[in-house]
């Protein structure tokens, strides 16, 4: 269990019409595909609390109201093989029930399977975060886990 949960379980991405977003229980990832060669000086990529804003050579890609609220100073975005950019949020609420539906208020939403697999996935995230002795990346859940699942933590241990 050396490497990181996401990692171990995989991505449950969202395709959009320039790349992809995904999340985990921390942070929301996004991922613009760039056209060959662009450099840095090319970028020009503003985050905010709840907003984003992207351009590349001038052209915008990507700007609005982020679904939920993110700690702006720890947002970074990197120009990866001179071909695609990868933003990391932080989000606020790092809860398993604060599952983005959406990257944008109203646009780039995960269709219903999509947002399913993402709140599952957030789910198992939280049981591995409460059980660190245990492997939950291939487990597979059912019944009802939508706002992070049943809360176990009133339990006597």
């Not at 613009?32 to 020009?44: E, I």
């Not at 609005?64 to 609220?69: C, E, P, Q, R, V």
């Not at 944008?104 to 059980?131: C, G, H, I, S």
Request: charged content about 25%; aromatic content about 10%.
């Amino acid at each position: 269990m050396s490497a990181p949960f996401e990692e171990r379980s995989g991505v449950v991405p969202c395709g959009t019409p320039w790349g992809r977003w995904y999340q985990t229980l921390e942070e929301v990832f996004i991922e613009v595909r760039v056209p060959p060669g662009t450099r840095a000086k090319d970028v020009r990529c503003s985050l905010q609390s709840r907003h984003i804003a992207l351009s590349v050579r001038g052209q915008e890609v990507l700007q609005g109201k982020l679904f939920d609220s993110t700690i702006t100073d720890e947002g970074t975005w990197t120009l990866e093989d001179r071909k695609l950019i990868r933003i990391v949020l932080m989000k606020t609420n790092r809860d398993a029930g604060n599952c983005w539906t959406s990257l944008l208020e109203n646009e780039y939403a995960a269709d219903p399977w999509v947002q399913d697999q993402m709140q599952r996935k957030l789910t198992l995230e939280r049981f591995q975060r409460e059980n660190p002795g245990f492997d939950f990346s291939g487990a597979e859940i059912s019944g009802n886990y939508s706002k992070g699942g049943p809360d176990f933590s009133n339990l006597e241990k």
